[in-house]
């Protein structure tokens, strides 16, 4: 088998059991992201994964939750390069500098630092400390849109106090 016919593969079997357990939320995910939707943000899904994988991903979500998905097959330039939320906050209309992304892995969050988003760090199975991130938070569960908006203010304002 060529590395082609191995990705799509994999990528299959991956589709298979999402199609046939659902999405695995992490703890919290579903519900920050419904408060964000219901708060009116736009949001993007910036993954390295495949589009096909991604868009069966959000398509098994059962309320709109992304404008938009930049997949790895879409990035110019693959995280850890800023190129993936440049895309996408261009996508959005929004200046990555008013952007918060949310991220679990290291390339993933030096990615998202590198485009300028106030940049959280949520990790999975790596640690993210000192990474960079602009926080970092065991887990997503209990957090809402408000915490969000006040990790956004807290940074930018932060940032702004820096500048001459």
Known sequence: MDVDAIVDRLTDDVL?????????FRPGARELLQSLRDAGVKTAL??????RMAQAVV??????AFDVIVAG??????KPHPDPYLQACEALGVDPGEA????DSPNGLRSALASRAISLGVPNMISLTGVGAHAL?????ERS??????LFAAHRDAGREGVA
Request: charged share 30%; no cysteine.
């Open 59 to 64: 398509d098994l979500i059962d309320f709109d």
């Open 46 to 51: 910036v993954t390295m994964s495949m589009r």
């Open 100 to 103: 918060v992304a949310i991220e």
């Open 145 to 150: 849109a408000d915490d969000i908006a006040g």
């Open 16 to 24: 298979s059991g999402l199609a046939r357990d659902g999405v695995p």
């Open 137 to 141: 938070w065991p887990t997503l569960a």
């Open 73 to 78: 097959d879409d990035a110019t330039r693959p």
